[in-house]
């Protein structure tokens, strides 16, 4: 039996983000062979079960995020020295691999995420911080996983090392009809663009903002969490007496936040950052029409298949002149997602890195 610890999410059941709903999704394919053990932060459950998914769960007194983050990932790194495997899912506390490496006689698996030193909302002692754990990830794993090509392809550039492509699963997003939700929306029974994201500035929400503001015929619902800085306040207090906007907080129930996106008749994609982004992946496989920033993680993910934006008029430009080509967009989009982001699918690569 071969024990793989998986270090660096907030835990399961998935509760927060993109790595969580991989770690879920994973042990939905867990080999005869293999035995799990997640560590969880322990303030995100009130209800702390001992196994879930056939996996052995352990609650640190610790947030996975934030500043937390690199003790969380040390001390769950610390607990794994009996492992045969650390699946290391970010890079936070990889600034600690030269040691554990030394203590540590199993296989090291990092997944480096989305190159996060390189986001906005970090100081320069942050990014430094980032960056050197990025570098010392890559030289002491055994295996570097990266989630886009895009992300690949820079590893090999910037340490001449090979990393493995695995994206994310997408295909737990499903089509959801429920008609009393029109009594929570009732401006959702017409068409509408959808946006579901942090609202950070590389994510471009001022982009596309000031897009729908120049067209009011056209509406945006936009969910995110509006509250969590000052750009998402300044940026919330600019648009919300716009007619066609509708800003919404984050929504965290999945049959709600399903049924919004199941019934848009586009996605606008803003990310500029990182790897293969889960909400874009489960918009494909949603089959929405999709609208991306334009840059080369999101034309590796949609295999240059959507049409792509870099400022507000081109937005504008796009939903004036070039609807027409939405019916085909979600017919490719549906078929890439049921393709390449399935849960099975990925699971499986990742299945392959324990034999």
């Not at 983000?17 to 991989?22: D, I």
């Not at 049409?307 to 490719?332: A, C, G, T």
């Amino acid at each position: 039996m071969k024990k793989i610890n998986i270090i660096g999410t907030v835990g399961v059941p998935a509760c927060y983000g993109g790595f969580e709903s991989l770690v879920e999704n994973i042990l939905d394919y867990t080999p005869i062979d293999v035995e799990y053990t997640v560590f969880c932060t322990s303030q995100k459950y009130e209800n702390k079960l001992e196994t879930y998914k056939g996996a052995k769960l352990i609650y640190l007194d610790l947030n996975a995020n934030g500043k937390d983050s690199i003790m969380y990932d040390y001390k769950s790194m610390k607990m794994s020295l009996d492992a045969d495997i650390m699946l290391i899912l970010g890079v936070s506390g990889c600034i600690f691999l030269p040691f554990i490496r030394k203590k540590f006689k199993g296989k090291i698996v990092t997944n480096i995420d989305g190159l996060e030193w390189k986001r906005d909302k970090w100081n320069p002692l942050a990014k430094w911080l980032l960056h050197t754990s990025e570098k010392l990830a890559v030289k002491y794993s055994d295996v570097v996983i990266g989630d886009n090509k895009g992300i690949t392809d820079y590893v090999k550039e910037a340490y001449g090392k090979d990393a493995v492509l695995i994206a994310y699963g997408g295909d737990h997003a499903t089509k959801i009809t429920d008609d009393s939700l029109y009594e929570k929306y009732p401006y959702m029974k017409d068409p509408y663009s959808v946006t579901v994201c942090r609202i950070e500035p590389e994510n471009n929400i001022h982009i596309i903002l000031e897009a729908f503001s120049k067209m009011p015929d056209n509406q945006l619902v936009m969910v995110g969490n509006w509250k969590n800085s000052e750009y998402g306040v300044s940026l919330k207090q600019q648009y919300s007496n716009y007619d066609n906007i509708h800003l919404l907080g984050p929504i965290y129930e999945s049959h709600e936040i399903n049924w919004i996106r199941s019934n848009a008749s586009l996605y606008v994609h803003g990310h500029s950052a990182g790897g293969t982004n889960p909400s874009l992946v489960e918009a494909m496989n949603l089959g929405l029409p999709i609208i991306a920033f334009d840059c080369v993680y999101n034309r590796a993910t949609t295999h240059e298949s959507c049409l792509y934006w870099k400022q507000n008029d081109d937005i504008v430009n796009i939903l004036n002149s070039k609807k027409d080509s939405f019916k085909s967009i979600s017919r490719d989009m549906k078929e890439i997602g049921l393709k390449e982001y399935s849960w099975k699918k990925i699971a499986e690569e990742y299945n392959n890195l324990w034999r």
